[in-house]
């Protein structure tokens, strides 16, 4: 069974950064594609980061050049470092997990096997 468990979520004013942790448990991380989501109230859910089984990676426009996703194997962690962050990154934020290669589709939430519960987010200006 997978797990996945989220941290480092907070509070932080705009300009500001936060690194965001997920320990996944129960996969050999190696063989998936894993990814962060977000989803702001009102909002549909917003594939951020996705870092592939051959190690590349990709990310939504809206975090080009702001967010970086890594991922450490020998510690199953899976990170999100998020610099100058913007009230509009507002969100509750999902660490997600793929039994398949999405390619170009990683955006969609629906390729994603297992989710974490998530960790908050809040950027004030």
């Known amino acids: 069974q997978v797990q996945l468990v989220e941290s480092g979520g907070g509070s932080v004013q705009a300009g500001g950064s936060l690194r965001l942790s997920c320990a996944a448990s129960?996969?050999?991380?190696?063989?998936?594609?894993m990814g962060w989501f977000r989803q702001a109230p009102g909002k549909e859910r917003e594939g951020v980061a996705g870092?592939?089984?051959?190690?590349?990676?990709s990310y939504a426009d809206s975090v080009k050049g702001r967010f970086t996703i890594s991922q450490d194997n020998a510690k199953n962690t899976l990170y999100l470092q998020m610099n100058s962050l913007k009230p509009e990154d507002t969100a509750t934020y999902y660490c997600?997990?793929?039994?398949?290669?999405?390619?170009?589709?990683?955006?969609?939430?629906?390729?994603?096997?297992?989710w974490g519960q998530g960790t908050q987010v809040t950027v004030s200006s």
């Open positions: 129960g996969y050999k991380g190696s063989s998936y594609c």
């Open positions: 870092i592939h089984s051959d190690g590349t990676t």
């Open positions: 997600v997990v793929s039994r398949q290669r999405p390619g170009r589709n990683w955006p969609d939430p629906n390729v994603y096997n297992y």
